[in-house]
């Protein structure tokens, strides 16, 4: 079997892996395929946490006995019991001949163990078939299992010249519908949605998806939040609101059925949260990616402090112009332009008359807060 | 002889003229191609100002008698006498048969008047073959004649967060050097390159092209550029410099040698100067294109009043960030989101990891200042 059938037959995990996009967190995305005779007799994917993993979901549409069977699968099969028992041990008693893997499991404590078990069983095992593509199909997944992090996407709107709204406030509508939909979509992708407190009062967005309702995060260190915003009347999970101590106990009372208030203090030497600390408290509460959208402040302090793992910028082909205009990224910046965060495999894509570009930043200067390096 | 054919030799006439391109201001770009018993037998473009239009260095290079040749070309001959004698003369003595061209001459007072002329010589004359990339491989002749005022280009090279410059002025560099080539390169397709005041002092360019060097237009309203700056030390040609009226005897006779200084007043209502009457006097000391570089300010200006043509925005990579950093776009801007100004036509192109969007701007609301209106 040449190494052209191994890849398509990867490829096609990988758009069956993608159906599940949105619901499978904290789980990765899986896809497998199961061939005898040269033949594709079954697939399946992971279509919810919860419920069967993908390999068992295509095990069970097969009604004549697998063995010599082979599987193809973009993740390598878990060894653990989670909320279903390990795939690897099902794999092993269906008496497969051979396994196709495009890529090991990232986390340090499971990654190999189920090849090896397979190996053991005598299944022939083949790891490593696109697996670039793999690890970014699950990239939140990766982040996950690697940094105990969420996996941190920001999002701008703008103009060519980089600006999100005028001095007046006025930032309606920059981009197209096509545009604004295809945003809104990405929100489906993610756990959480989260925003500066100025972006809930100068806009009073809902921040739904279009098929589901994400976390919603609102970084709002004096408690300003407006107890009639979009927020608290479009949604029906509680909001999770970072403020800085306070004796503000009114709006505390206020607040308690309509958010979650997490008190976090600032650091003392850049006056900001300290955002991984921010990022790990949502991590513990289940939310393994986190959609950042604004506004320029808070963005900006996303990439002052190097938390940064995706962006998407999209761009109306317009100038809006303005000295006093706010532009997409705010916060202190670099230093100098020769430790600007480099976009690497950035990507552009045309959205009707818009545009988008989608890259990965990387982090020259790792620009700690001095509060961090004590640590 | 089908549509596809002559198609076909007006696309080769476009790629003739193109040859010209940054030399034969203020003539139009013109390839000529001639074609007997369906061969291509000569071909000519206009190289220089001052030199033989593109038909007649066609003709000039054939042989055998041309009666009944075919004569394909991207303009309308001219009909009066220039440098050199009308085209349409030589056309008709030399008993052409057919005569194919792209785009009618955009000047009014000429417009259709060879065409004609031709016609009533008996020679079959084919017009609109591709006129719209006709008319935009002469976009700044079309302008010229049009309007009678430069074709104006606006350069902008930026992170992808709109930032041009950081607080403490660092500006080098933001795109690659492959970039910074390709922009240097501009500079020779057109007539002069104009920087604001401030530029010059932070930047202390020299503004040469690659190939040629362009006149150098310096908006400088308080005569504050530095006598030993790059620009009078790398420049053979006179350095144009726009300035308010001034007093400063002493800096005017310190610059005679080495530029020009036009003296404008500001408007009165916007206290800025009036780009029309610039870009007008520009055009009567026979600057046909105007290759705009920045700053921020500067730019901000030539968009909030509405005399952009053109635009080449080269974009890197990479996130600045910092509320204080300089975006490419400064100035007024506009005053509502839904009257920014809008890029048609745009087109993406990607120079090795930088990338560029070159469009041309419509301004929907005509923002003139009032001293304009009151004329």
Same mark, same amino acid.
């Given at each position: 079997m040449d190494r052209d059938f191994l890849t398509k037959l990867i490829k096609k995990t990988f758009a069956l892996a993608k159906k599940g996009e949105g619901f499978v967190s904290p789980n990765p995305l899986v896809g497998a395929v199961i061939v005898k005779d040269k033949k594709v007799i079954a697939t399946g994917y992971h279509k919810k946490a919860g419920l069967p993993h993908a390999e068992i979901e295509a095990m069970r549409k097969v009604k004549m006995p697998l063995e010599g069977a082979e599987l193809y699968v973009n993740l390598e099969p878990c060894s653990h019991w989670g909320k %279903?028992?390990?795939? #690897?041990?099902?794999? *092993? !008693?269906a008496k497969f001949k051979k396994v196709v893997i495009a890529t090991p499991d990232p986390n340090p404590q499971v990654r190999g163990k189920s090849i090896k078990k397979l190996i053991q069983a005598g299944i022939k095992v083949v790891v490593g078939i696109l697996p670039e593509e793999a690890e970014r199909l699950n990239e939140v997944f990766f982040k996950n299992m690697r940094k105990r992090l969420p996996f941190v996407v920001a999002k701008v709107a703008q103009s060519? $010249?980089?600006? *999100?709204?005028?001095? =007046?406030?006025? =930032? +309606?509508?920059? %981009?197209?519908?096509?545009t604004r939909v295809f945003a809104k979509m990405l929100r489906d992708k993610y756990d959480a949605v989260l925003v500066g407190i100025n972006t809930v009062i100068k806009d009073d967005p809902s921040l739904n998806g279009v098929k589901k309702e994400p976390y919603k995060v609102v970084i709002d260190p004096s408690l300003r939040i407006p107890l009639d915003c979009n927020l608290f009347h479009k949604s029906s999970k509680k909001i999770i609101i970072f403020a800085s101590p306070t004796?503000?106990? !009114?709006?505390? =009372?206020?607040?308690?059925? !309509?958010?979650? /208030?997490?008190?976090?203090?600032?650091? +003392?030497? %850049?006056?900001?949260? $300290?955002?991984?600390?921010?990022?790990? *408290?949502?991590?513990?509460?289940?939310?393994? =990616? /986190?959609? #950042?959208?604004?506004?320029?402040?808070?963005?900006?302090?996303?990439? $002052?402090?190097? #938390?940064?793992?995706?962006i998407y910028f999209f761009f109306a082909p317009k100038i809006i112009g303005g000295e006093e205009s706010f532009t997409s990224v705010g916060g202190e910046g670099v230093r100098k332009i020769n430790e600007a965060v480099e976009i690497k495999d950035w990507k552009f894509r045309r959205i009707k008359d818009d545009f988008l570009i989608i890259g990965y930043p990387k982090f020259k200067v790792k620009r700690k807060s001095k509060k961090q390096v004590k640590r």
């Amino acid at each position: 079997m040449d190494r052209d059938f191994l890849t398509k037959l990867i490829k096609k995990t990988f758009a069956l892996a993608k159906k599940g996009e949105g619901f499978v967190s904290p789980n990765p995305l899986v896809g497998a395929v199961i061939v005898k005779d040269k033949k594709v007799i079954a697939t399946g994917y992971h279509k919810k946490a919860g419920l069967p993993h993908a390999e068992i979901e295509a095990m069970r549409k097969v009604k004549m006995p697998l063995e010599g069977a082979e599987l193809y699968v973009n993740l390598e099969p878990c060894s653990h019991w989670g909320k %279903t028992p390990p795939c #690897v041990e099902e794999i *092993i !008693k269906a008496k497969f001949k051979k396994v196709v893997i495009a890529t090991p499991d990232p986390n340090p404590q499971v990654r190999g163990k189920s090849i090896k078990k397979l190996i053991q069983a005598g299944i022939k095992v083949v790891v490593g078939i696109l697996p670039e593509e793999a690890e970014r199909l699950n990239e939140v997944f990766f982040k996950n299992m690697r940094k105990r992090l969420p996996f941190v996407v920001a999002k701008v709107a703008q103009s060519l $010249d980089g600006k *999100i709204a005028l001095k =007046s406030g006025d =930032s +309606k509508w920059i %981009t197209k519908e096509e545009t604004r939909v295809f945003a809104k979509m990405l929100r489906d992708k993610y756990d959480a949605v989260l925003v500066g407190i100025n972006t809930v009062i100068k806009d009073d967005p809902s921040l739904n998806g279009v098929k589901k309702e994400p976390y919603k995060v609102v970084i709002d260190p004096s408690l300003r939040i407006p107890l009639d915003c979009n927020l608290f009347h479009k949604s029906s999970k509680k909001i999770i609101i970072f403020a800085s101590p306070t004796h503000n106990k !009114k709006k505390l =009372s206020y607040l308690k059925d !309509k958010a979650e /208030v997490v008190i976090v203090t600032k650091a +003392k030497e %850049t006056g900001m949260f $300290d955002l991984k600390e921010i990022l790990k *408290i949502l991590y513990q509460k289940g939310i393994m =990616s /986190v959609f #950042v959208e604004g506004g320029a402040n808070t963005l900006g302090r996303f990439f $002052d402090q190097a #938390v940064v793992d995706k962006i998407y910028f999209f761009f109306a082909p317009k100038i809006i112009g303005g000295e006093e205009s706010f532009t997409s990224v705010g916060g202190e910046g670099v230093r100098k332009i020769n430790e600007a965060v480099e976009i690497k495999d950035w990507k552009f894509r045309r959205i009707k008359d818009d545009f988008l570009i989608i890259g990965y930043p990387k982090f020259k200067v790792k620009r700690k807060s001095k509060k961090q390096v004590k640590r």
